[in-house]
C-alpha cells in the first residue's frame, strides 16, 4: 500500500506558474504508475496525466498538453506537475494518485478506478 501527500498548491494569478508535488511512502516507488488529477465542486474528477515510475512513460489528457507536464524523482519518491500559464478556470482541488495495477492511460480516462489517493491541494487561479 502507499499513501501519498500533495503539496504546491496556492493562490496564483492568470498567466502564472505553479509546481506541484506528491510524495510517496509505502511500497516501492516503481510499483505504481502516478498521476495528477483535478476536481472542482459539482463536477467529476478529471485526470490530467500520468507517469509509470519504473520507465517514466507518460499519459496526458489531450487538452492537458502544452501548460501541464509531469515529471517523477524516484531518488525523492516524488512525482510532480509544472503548470504554466494559468487560467482562472483551473482552478480546482488537485489530487495526485496511484495504482499498481492499472496503465497511466485508463486511470487518466477513468480516475475512480485508481486504488490510492492523497489529501488534494487547492489551487486558485485569480483574475
Known amino acids: 500500500e502507499v499513501q501519498l501527500v500533495e503539496s504546491g498548491g496556492g493562490l496564483v494569478q492568470a498567466g502564472g506558474s505553479l509546481k506541484l508535488s506528491c510524495t510517496a511512502s509505502?511500497?516501492?516507488?516503481?510499483?505504481?504508475?502516478i498521476g495528477w488529477f483535478r476536481q472542482v465542486p459539482g463536477k467529476e474528477r478529471e485526470g490530467i496525466s500520468c507517469?509509470?515510475?519504473?520507465?517514466?512513460?507518460?499519459y496526458s489528457r489531450e487538452s492537458m498538453k502544452g501548460r501541464f507536464t509531469i515529471s517523477s524523482d524516484n531518488a525523492k519518491k516524488t512525482v510532480s506537475l509544472q503548470m504554466n500559464s494559468l487560467k482562472p478556470e483551473d482552478t480546482a482541488v488537485y489530487y495526485c494518485?496511484?495504482?499498481?495495477?492499472?496503465?497511466?492511460?485508463?486511470?487518466?480516462?477513468?480516475?475512480?478506478?485508481?486504488?490510492?489517493w492523497g489529501q488534494g491541494t487547492q489551487v486558485t487561479v485569480s483574475s
Open positions: 507517469i509509470r515510475t519504473s520507465d517514466g512513460h507518460i
Open positions: 509505502g511500497s516501492p516507488f516503481e510499483t505504481y504508475v
Open positions: 494518485g496511484a495504482d499498481a495495477l492499472l496503465q497511466c492511460r485508463t486511470i487518466v480516462i477513468e480516475p475512480d478506478l485508481a486504488d490510492y
